[in-house]
């Protein structure tokens, strides 16, 4: 019913920046908390940000003051700015939508990822 899809991931060498975008499309009706999280190799998919419908956000603490998540509910689209970033920050990041089609509750989306390497 519903796809999202990211875009903009790629290489960048520490202490520089990338922005990600995700753009949901197909039976919407509403959308409300969008966000992002990520997974490195061998390890569980963490929280990176998240954000409401009226602008409310969230961030992990690892990612506190050098990302920026917003979203244009006009687009469908939610988009995470990364900066000063580290090589710990290489993962595969995924977006997240709740969103409700006609005739149905919310659900949990998800997309396929997108992979973010930071080098050294």
């Known amino acids: 019913q519903v796809q999202l899809v990211e875009s903009g991931g790629g290489l960048v060498q520490a202490g520089g920046s990338l922005g990600l975008s995700c753009a949901a499309a197909g039976n919407i009706r509403s959308i409300y908390t969008m966000g992002w999280y990520r997974q490195a190799p061998g390890k569980q998919r963490d929280l990176v940000a998240t954000?409401?419908?009226?602008?409310?956000?969230n961030y992990a603490d690892s990612v506190k003051g050098r990302f920026t998540i917003s979203r244009d509910n006009a687009k469908n689209t939610v988009y995470l700015q990364m900066n000063s970033l580290k090589p710990e920050d290489t993962a595969v990041y995924y977006c997240y939508g709740e969103i409700s089609s006609s005739g149905t509750f919310v659900v949990d989306y998800w997309g396929k990822g997108t992979l973010v390497t930071v080098s050294s």
């Open positions: 954000i409401t419908r009226a602008g409310s956000t």
